[in-house]
């Protein structure tokens, strides 16, 4: 090992022993998951903390400044932060950020002074600090080199010498919080910590770059662990989002999502911020929040799902689906249904469909915003994020989407799924339904009752691709100014089809392109024609359920939902609002039916 001491380090040093220091979190994520019980016992610490390092890793690159190297890695981790630990680690980054100097290159002194100066960011982000947790190991790691860097002007002795402090400071997170010792572990944030920082000491004993970039990169994925305990979860979803040009002081920031539920963090500035809180009504959350700054990025992850999955599940087949899938809240808590929203943005603001936006906020919007919504697909690592997750807990998935003529998603999710089950060895299914709404929610309940029924997922598989062709949908929209709006319709021709007071009915093909089924002068008339057509097509078949959907139109469902009892002697399955995604363009007081045949 090379004794000279390190008196300096530049920007290329900090970037490589940082991407050391991820890299060993990458490796020993499931191990830290596994001692994670506070401050919820959900075992996503090290997932958490792994998917904040990679988002750094994988969107940062060199640079000789330290100082820009610092700023890049800190705004890198605040963006993808996730989870408690993810994000008071983004916190105490910014802080250090913030703190440094711009300079190409510091001295052992700048260096532990920016550290220093840290400790109070990431305190001040935690509405509610707690002792005995990454808070106090990375401030006892800090008085530490603060003590010594005066004795020992060397970067690598320092740093290396810190480790039997971070030891120790760790083994006493036990003893701080009651809920650690009573079940034998240390804080798994504060572990993460010191993991990261084994890392760091392997680049930089040896502190060789050349050999360090010539090593090949290991894809690890996010991995989530099968032990975890019974413990009742206060509130549903983890949330977060990163949000710019915030109105109010991080105070009163803090003090709003306190209104919500617990867990609360506020990391960043007022131009750049993560923030995170554990509630039961992110929706309510989120259209409170864009008064209040500009939100560009969001996520709700479903923690009663997650803990069902490790803990409670029914079956050993997971399935999955995206919010185009209307089914009621009952139904997809019942089948454990793993829903993913896609994406949908009204101007700068950005919000998850069905998640963080509900149909009344959704509709308030359409009408008064000066932008049109925008929607994009779910992405790649959410499916990989999802799969690494179930393939953990279940012998194999089962994922059905809306039509891939619509949205990328479909072709994520295969992409995903190629990869998660090559590396768990477990089958992961995943179907084009050519359709959305209700019909793509009636193959997915009829996924699910076969898969209550015990049948081999092959036999699923082949029922699903079977039925596909025998689910219907048939939307009547009442007002053609949204599909003008979104371009889907020229405002010539939507001009004079208002004028002229026609409705037209939109369905579905076989190869899950949206047609123009008929055209009318009424919604009545439109319900009239949709009825006679299902009367044709359900002679000599059997329609095993169906759905009723509306955009505010309670009213013109209940019409349908008693033609179509008339029709099968069947009440509906669901009556719920259509998805936001569907409802954009149909617009206000849409009414449609979907149903299956045998």
């Known amino acids: 090992m090379n004794e000279k001491p390190i008196i300096e380090i530049d920007g290329r040093i900090l970037y490589y022993a940082f991407q050391a220091g991820g890299k060993r979190i990458l490796q020993h994520q499931s191990e830290i998951n596994n001692i994670n019980i506070f401050p919820v016992n959900d075992k996503d610490t090290g997932t958490n903390l792994a998917s904040t390092l990679r988002s750094v890793i994988d969107s940062t690159k060199p640079n000789r400044s330290y100082k820009k190297t610092v700023n890049y890695i800190a705004e890198a981790a605040l963006i993808g932060a996730r989870g408690n630990s993810g994000i008071i680690f983004a916190q105490f980054l910014y802080g250090v950020s913030r703190e440094t100097e711009d300079k190409s290159s510091i001295s052992l002194y700048e260096f532990v002074e920016s550290i220093r100066k840290s400790i109070p960011y990431m305190y001040e982000a935690v509405s509610n600090p707690v002792e005995g947790t990454m808070l106090t190991v990375i401030k006892e790691w800090s008085d530490y080199i603060s003590d010594k860097q005066m004795a020992i002007n060397d970067f690598r002795k320092i740093i290396v010498e810190s480790m039997e402090t971070l030891q120790n400071s760790l083994l006493e997170t036990k003893l701080k919080l009651k809920i650690l010792q009573q079940s034998n572990v240390v804080d798994a944030g504060a572990k993460g910590f010191v993991v990261f920082i084994e890392g760091v000491i392997d680049f930089i004993q040896t502190k060789n770059i050349r050999e360090f970039v010539a090593q090949s990169y290991v894809n690890i994925s996010l991995l989530h662990t ?211 709404s209700g019909a793509l929610g009636l193959l997915v309940l009829r996924a699910a009752k076969l898969i209550d029924a015990g049948l081999p997922i092959e036999s699923i598989i082949e029922s699903i691709e079977k039925q596909k062709s025998d689910a219907k949908i048939f939307v009547s929209v009442k007002d053609l100014k949204y599909m003008m709006k979104g371009g889907r319709v020229s405002r010539q021709k939507g001009f004079i089809a208002n004028l002229l007071g026609i409705n037209p009915i939109v369905s579905m093909d076989s190869n899950g392109k949206s047609v123009l089924f008929g055209q009318t002068f009424s919604q009545q008339a439109n319900i009239n024609k949709v009825m006679k057509h299902v009367e044709k097509i359900s002679s000599g078949k059997t329609v095993w359920n169906y759905t009723v959907l509306h955009a505010h139109n309670l009213k013109g469902a209940q019409i349908y939902a008693d033609r179509m009892f008339l029709l099968t002697n069947k009440k509906p399955v669901s009556v719920v609002d259509i998805s936001p995604v569907i409802g954009m363009n149909a617009g206000n007081g849409t009414i449609a039916v979907s149903l299956l045949f045998e």
């Open 226 to 436: 099968e032990d975890q305990e019974e413990e009742e979860i206060h509130f549903r979803y983890c949330t977060e989002a990163v949000m710019r040009n915030i109105l109010v002081s991080k105070a009163q920031l803090q003090k709003i999502l306190s209104e919500y539920g617990d867990s609360v963090v506020v990391a960043g500035s007022d131009s750049l911020s993560r923030i995170h809180v554990h509630t039961d009504k992110p929706a309510e959350f989120f259209y409170r929040l864009k008064d209040i700054g500009t939100i560009t990025l969001q996520k709700a992850d479903d923690m009663v799902r997650q803990h069902e999955a490790a803990t409670q599940r029914k079956w050993n087949i997971a399935l999955v689906t995206d919010s185009t899938c209307d089914l009621s809240q009952e139904l997809l808590d019942y089948y454990q249904v793993y829903v993913l929203p896609l994406n949908i943005n009204f101007g700068d603001n950005h919000f998850l469909d069905k998640v963080t936006i509900t149909p009344d906020h959704f509709y308030d919007l359409l009408e008064n915003s000066p932008e049109f919504p925008k929607t994009s697909q779910i992405n790649e690592r959410s499916f990989t994020n999802l799969y690494s997750h179930l393939a953990s807990h279940y012998d194999a998935v089962i994922s059905i989407h809306l039509t891939g003529q619509f949205s990328g998603t479909f072709l994520n999710s295969v992409k995903a799924a190629e990869k998660i089950s090559a590396e768990f060895n477990k089958p992961i299914y995943v179907i084009d339904s050519k359709t959305l």
